[in-house]
């Protein structure tokens, strides 16, 4: 069974910085993806960036390009999302998500534009504010 648990959210104020981390468990597959998606209260989910297994290639929406990282650490099976200069849009719960169509989705979250990934966190809350 494919679990995925983030973590690393929190309260910040703009300008601000987190870590989150979706550490990953029971995918044996190795061509896959792992993305970062976000919601807040009132608003669709949106994509936020995206890493593939295949290659490390990394994908960002233009809203967050220039200031969140996404890395993994194979060893460890996490994927983490280093978001920096945070403003209050950047607010809301972050979910990480796995999916075997790797490019689709992470092609799709350039866009900005929410997937409908096979595997989902329980997400976490990032909060920013003065």
């Known amino acids: 069974q494919v679990q995925l648990v983030e973590s690393g959210g929190g309260s910040v104020q703009p300008g601000g910085s987190l870590r989150l981390s979706c550490a990953v468990s029971g995918y044996t597959r190795s061509y896959h993806a792992i993305a970062w998606f976000r919601q807040a209260p009132g608003k669709k989910r949106e994509g936020v960036s995206c890493i593939k297994s295949e290659d490390g290639s990394t994908f960002y929406a233009g809203t967050v390009k220039g200031r969140f990282t996404i890395s993994r650490d194979s060893a460890k099976n996490t994927v983490f999302l280093q978001m920096n200069s945070l403003k209050p849009d950047d607010a809301g719960t972050y979910f990480c998500?796995?999916?075997?169509?790797?490019?689709?989705?992470?092609?799709?979250?350039?866009?900005?534009?929410?997937?409908?990934?096979?595997?989902w966190g329980q997400g976490t809350q990032v909060v920013v504010s003065v």
């Open positions: 998500a796995l999916d075997e169509h790797a490019q689709t989705m992470c092609l799709t979250i350039t866009y900005g534009r929410s997937y409908e990934a096979s595997n």
